[in-house]
Structures are given as structure tokens and as C-alpha cells.
């Protein structure tokens, strides 16, 4: 399956943080973003 717009991944990559980050602060959440790998459509995306 090929993304068809930077906007479906943008909203797959905040479905998954917004699912999977364990913190509620802003700051430890934006870390946690940092540190954890994104995979999604057989491609692995990282935050940088």
C-alpha cells in the first residue's frame, strides 16, 4: 500500500503517538516521539 499524501502519514504517526506514548506531559511525551520508531506502510520512520 503506497501513501498517498504526507497528510495520511501525519495523521498515522499522531494516531500511534497518541496511542502508544505512556506520558502526559508535553515534554517527556516529546522525548518518548524522539526515541521510539514509527512503522507504518512496510517503511520504519523515526522523528528527527
Do not use: G
Amino acid at each position: 500500500m503506497a501513501i498517498s499524501s504526507f497528510y495520511e502519514l501525519e495523521e498515522a504517526w499522531w494516531e500511534w503517538v497518541n496511542k502508544k506514548c505512556p506520558h502526559k506531559s508535553p515534554r517527556a511525551h516529546v522525548k518518548w516521539m524522539y526515541k521510539n520508531t514509527f512503522e507504518y506502510d512496510e517503511t520504519t520512520w523515526t522523528q528527527s
